[in-house]
Each structure stands twice: as structure tokens, then as C-alpha cells.
């Protein structure tokens, strides 16, 4: 009886109903506020339904299938935008999750590689393509070196995090048979993380396939830039037929590169990770290179 009527004194007190209206109000006043100091055009939003309602209507039920080889053309310079910026953003990745692990390179270094890759991301892929447009100029190269820049500072932060969760048995199994530093990685470290960075890399070919799509706005090649000139010239039905043809991309891509992921995180028959240490051949390939 002691501790039930214990348990009802600890309950939290209710919430109290003045704060609560208090609240309330100031949101209230809040967007009255912004709505009245921000001079929005009322009479342009009152006729906004009517109008949203015709323009999805000319793109979604009235695409100009005619427009789908030039459609289908922008869409894949932004896979191929995609894929070349998905590539230098792993190959530039790898080494420096390694380094950015705090269990590979010690603590400064991984910290300074740490800050490193967070000022890259901090940048999204729009503003990396405007940065670039002035050196490397409009196209899909620089929406390519765009997409690769900001997957390095996110893969080259998941690199890190999961080499840093590994398990340290591979790592002193390979050491104690007199591996390097090296080899320690190669053999140690690599096998364990490989297959969910590779599915990282998956991952991101995902995002960049949608991202390539947006840089088209500022002029960097892809589908996004024949999007921005069909809307800007009021080409309703090409713009429609460009978006059946990257929705329907996205979701093909999507499920595609999905099953392929599963399959990597499942693993197959190849043993990885400590299962590999309990093979002759993985020691003495071990000690081969370390001699």
C-alpha cells in the first residue's frame, strides 16, 4: 500500500491550461502578424487552388508523350551525373572515414578530419554547383563534381562511424600474427565494414539520382535544367511528361538499388569479418604479407 500511494505522489503535475492558452495566442498572433507585415498578394492566393488545379491538370493528365525521347535523354545525363559523382564521392570517402575514425588515426586527426567532412556537408549540392559554376562553368560536369564533393562529407562520416563500432577481435587476431599497420586495416578492419559501405555507396547513388534532378536549376546539366525551361515557357505538357519521367526513374532506381542493399547488409556464402580469421588461409596470408 506504501509504495502504490508513493507511485501516485511522483505522478508529473498536469500541464497547466493557462500556459497552454498563452501559447497558443502567441502563435496566433505570430502568423497574423506575418501575414499582414509580409504584403502577400491575398487576391493571388485566393485564386491559387483554381490555378495549381489547371497546371497539375495540363502536367499530370495531358503529358506530351511526343517529348519523351528528349525527356528520357535529360534523365539520363542525371544518372549518369549521378553515378560519376556517387564514384568520386566513395573513392574519396574511404580513406578519410578511416582517417576520421577515432580508433584508426588517434584523436586530433580524426577530429580536424571530423570537422572537415561536417563543413562540407554543412554546403547542400545547389550551393557547391553555384560555387563551382565560375571555375569549371554550366554542364553536367559540374553538377557531377557538385553530387561528388557533398557524398564524400556524408559517406566519409558514415565510413567513420562504422569503422569505429568494429569489432576489435579481427583487429588484434591480425596484429598478434605480426601484421602491419596495413595489413591490420586490410585484413582487420576492411572485411567487417566493406559491406555496409558499399551499401552506403548504394544509398547514396539514391540521393544523388534525386539531387541531380535540382541542380538543374542553376544550369548544371540533367534533367532539372529541360524541367526549369519547359516550366519557365509554360510548356505544361512537356513539363509533365518530364516528371512522369523522373518519378518513374526514381522508383525503378529506388527498388532496384533497395534489393541490392538488402542483399549486401544480409551477406552471402563469403565469410567476412571474424568468420574470416578462423580460416588457415586468411592466417597465412597474413603472415606472408607480413614478412
Known amino acids: 500500500m506504501t509504495s502504490f500511494a508513493a507511485s501516485r ?15 497558443l495566442v502567441a502563435v496566433a498572433v505570430l502568423i497574423v502578424w506575418a501575414l499582414f507585415s509580409g504584403d502577400l498578394p491575398f487576391s493571388r492566393l485566393v485564386a491559387l487552388p483554381s490555378g495549381l488545379a489547371r497546371v497539375l491538370g495540363d502536367m499530370l493528365f495531358f503529358p506530351d508523350w511526343g517529348y519523351f525521347p528528349t525527356a528520357w535523354e535529360g534523365m539520363m545525363q542525371s544518372i549518369q551525373m549521378a553515378w560519376i559523382g556517387t564514384i568520386i564521392g566513395a573513392v574519396l570517402s574511404l580513406p ?22 561536417n563543413a562540407i556537408r554543412a554546403f547542400p549540392e545547389i550551393i557547391l ?3 563551382l559554376i565560375p571555375p569549371l562553368g554550366l554542364g553536367a560536369v559540374t553538377g557531377a563534381v557538385a553530387l561528388g564533393l557533398h557524398s564524400m562529407g556524408t559517406l566519409g562520416k558514415l565510413t567513420a562511424e562504422v ?7 579481427p583487429v588484434e ?6 601484421a602491419g599497420q596495413v595489413q591490420t586495416l586490410r585484413w582487420g578492419v576492411l572485411p567487417q565494414v566493406l559491406p555496409e559501405i558499399v551499401a552506403f555507396w548504394i544509398y547514396r547513388f539514391e540521393i544523388n539520382v534525386r539531387a541531380s534532378a535540382v541542380l538543374g ?10 524541367l526549369v525551361n519547359t516550366v519557365n515557357f509554360r510548356h505544361w505538357d512537356k513539363a509533365g511528361m518530364l516528371l512522369v519521367v523522373i518519378i518513374g526513374t526514381v ?4 527498388l532496384a538499388s533497395g534489393r541490392v542493399r538488402r542483399r549486401i547488409i544480409e551477406g552471402g ?8 580469421l578462423e580460416q588457415p588461409e586468411f592466417a597465412t596470408e597474413i603472415n606472408s604479407a607480413a614478412t
Not at 584508426?104 to 580536424?112: N, Y
Not at 587476431?173 to 605480426?178: C, E, T
Open 9 to 23: 505522489t511522483n505522478r508529473p503535475a498536469r500541464p497547466s491550461r493557462l500556459r497552454r492558452n498563452v501559447a
Open 173 to 178: 587476431a591480425a596484429r598478434s600474427s605480426g
Open 251 to 254: 522508383i525503378l532506381i529506388d
Open 96 to 117: 578519410l572515414g578511416f582517417l576520421g575514425a577515432k580508433n584508426v588515426s588517434g584523436g586530433p586527426l580524426s577530429i580536424v578530419i571530423r570537422q572537415m567532412l
Open 129 to 131: 554547383a553555384v560555387l
Open 163 to 169: 569503422i569505429e563500432g568494429i569489432d576489435p577481435g
Open 217 to 226: 536549376v542553376v544550369g548544371a546539366g540533367g534533367v532539372g535544367q529541360s
Open 269 to 276: 556464402d563469403a565469410p567476412t569479418g571474424g568468420a574470416m
